[in-house]
């Protein structure tokens, strides 16, 4: 099946920073999406973007489908944004990679 | 209010115990995903519904579960006979066709304890 990797695993971030999440995957794909799992364990939609970039306040994202990654841009980060990071990717089925850890400090 | 529901929303079970799971997609979705988390394995797969008919249900222990989806509100996953090993969180998410894919939406889980 289709592999996917995230990195890094874990990060840490001093509030106001900027931070880029990567996404990696082995094959082509019909769609990928990102999801932010918050410290209760919710599981929230980001952006839905098999290619191309998309904007959403502070976070925007960025697939280029022709060379099988994703990249998740963190602009000005809040001790909100702390959780993990999830890309997930459809081809058969749709597959998660292992995620990203973010840990925002104040 | 279009979110998917799960229930219930915490489970503690003896081993050996039956348990049924379920998930109401969002209306007028047509994909229903089950998903188990764990801290070893992450988000694996279990099995997917597309029109209510089973696509895959390669990544769930046969023997034990099962997955249905008797009508388009409703989803269920079901562990007979439940093992400690099964403690995990379980994620439904509904999906609707954008594009050459499907953007999914996920429920609160549903965290199993089997002890």
């Known amino acids: 099946g289709i592999q996917v990797e995230q990195s890094p695993p874990d990060l840490i971030l001093q509030e106001g920073a900027n931070s880029t999440l990567r996404c990696n995957f082995s094959?082509?794909?019909?769609?990928l999406q990102w999801f932010h799992q918050n410290p209760w364990g919710q599981l929230i939609n980001l952006f839905y973007?098999?290619?191309g970039t998309k904007q959403n306040g502070r976070l925007s994202a960025t697939t280029v489908a022709t060379e099988r990654y994703s990249l998740l841009y963190i602009s000005s980060s809040q001790t909100t944004d702390s959780g993990v990071y999830f890309c997930?990717?459809?081809?058969?089925?749709?597959?998660f990679g292992a995620g990203t850890r973010l840990t925002v400090k104040p | 209010d279009a979110r998917v529901t799960q229930t219930p929303r915490h489970k503690v079970t003896e081993m050996g115990q039956e348990v049924t799971m379920r998930c109401q997609p969002i209306?007028?979705?047509?994909?229903v995903f089950w998903y188990r988390q764990t801290m070893m394995q992450g988000l694996e797969l279990l099995a997917y519904?597309?029109?209510?008919?089973?696509?895959?249900d390669s990544g769930m222990p046969k023997d034990r579960f099962s997955a249905e989806m008797p009508d388009a509100t409703l989803a269920t996953l079901k562990i007979q006979p439940s093992e400690p090993r099964d403690s995990a969180v379980y994620f439904c998410?509904?999906?609707?066709?954008?594009?050459?894919?499907?953007?999914?939406?996920f429920g609160q889980g549903t965290r199993l304890t089997v002890v």
């Open positions: 998410a509904s999906g609707s066709p954008q594009g050459w894919g499907t953007e999914a939406f």
């Open positions: 094959d082509s794909v019909n769609n």
């Open positions: 973007i098999p290619s």
């Open positions: 997930a990717v459809e081809r058969d089925d749709m597959r």
């Open positions: 209306l007028g979705h047509n994909t």
């Open positions: 519904f597309r029109n209510r008919a089973p696509l895959d």
